[in-house]
């Protein structure tokens, strides 16, 4: 699978600039994919394990269906290498499979660690972005001609998301680099706040979610749309999915990779 990240250059891999410019990227990916799931209603139903029978399924018939919709997806996608780039983490780690394509070398750009909050991000997505994002939609009564659709457009959101989130890896080994003296220093305290206060740019976070309030006005709306026609997307929900998810998951996998800058020496 392509990488977002320069891989064939490092240094460039870790420009703290060249990162930023991949997250902005990656607003637009993940606001096209919202506004694909906010079209159709929340359906509830397939968020519930159980909910729906999976037939021909044993072993994974406990998940919901967008579960399982997400799994088999990670199962396939495991095989043609998405996992191998250091921009992608499963939410399924036990559904990784062997590869089907030759292992690809990437350069060791960051270094060893197991920062994964999809668990985390899956949770937080289920049940407080969705529901916000499909407001007015809740009240529409479920459609179960588009379960799959709907579970189709989940996987694009919370793919996109985690890899948005996950760039915090790239964002701390940047920092890092710029101040080595000072985080070893923070790192070796184990003072996660500390970490925390010299990763944060408010200037820059206040900056992200104008942009974002822009983009979502902008996409959310067709040219020959009256004024004041319905938008595809819920404005305010989009900047709080950022504001209260989106980045302070991006610092948390800022902090927890930092906390384990010093520990390994292997590169990943
Ligand atoms: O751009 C950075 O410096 C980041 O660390 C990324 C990010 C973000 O998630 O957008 C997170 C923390 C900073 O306070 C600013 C922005």
């Not at 399924?57 to 997400?70: E, G, K, N």
């Not at 529901?131 to 793919?159: F, H, I, M």
């Not at 989009?238 to 906390?259: C, F, G, N, Q, S």
């Amino acid at each position: 699978m392509d990488s977002t990240i320069d891989i064939s250059d490092p240094a460039r891999a870790l420009s703290l600039p060249h990162i930023r410019y991949q997250l902005i990227r990656l607003e637009d990916t993940v606001l096209f994919h919202l506004i694909e799931r906010a079209q159709f209603p929340l359906n509830p139903t397939i968020y519930t394990p159980g909910a729906i029978t999976i037939a021909h399924s044993s072993s994974t018939s406990a998940l919901s269906f967008m579960d399982w919709v997400l799994r088999s997806q990670e199962e396939l996608q495991s095989k043609i290498r998405r996992y191998q780039s250091p921009d992608e983490h499963p939410f399924f780690p036990d559904a990784m499979q062997p590869l089907v394509l030759p292992e690809l070398k990437y350069p060791r750009i960051l270094w060893g660690n197991d920062v994964n909050v999809n668990a985390e991000l899956k949770q937080r997505y289920v049940e407080h972005i969705l529901p916000a994002v499909c407001k007015g939609k809740k009240e529409r009564p479920e459609a179960q001609e588009n379960y799959g659709s709907s579970a189709t457009a989940d996987v694009a959101c919370l793919q996109s998301l985690s890899r948005r989130i996950h760039f915090g890896k790239f964002v701390a080994e940047s920092k890092f680099l710029a101040e080595p003296e000072r985080f070893a220093e923070l790192i070796k305290k184990e003072d996660r706040e500390g970490i925390d206060a010299a990763i944060t740019n408010a200037k820059v976070e206040q900056k992200v979610l104008e942009r974002l309030r822009v983009k979502a006005e902008m996409y959310g709306v067709d040219s020959g749309m009256d004024a004041d026609a319905p938008r595809k997307i819920d404005v305010e929900a989009v900047v709080a999915m950022y504001r209260d998810h989106v980045i302070p998951l991006t610092k948390v996998v800022e902090v927890e990779y930092l906390m384990q800058r010093l520990k390994g020496t292997e590169w990943e």
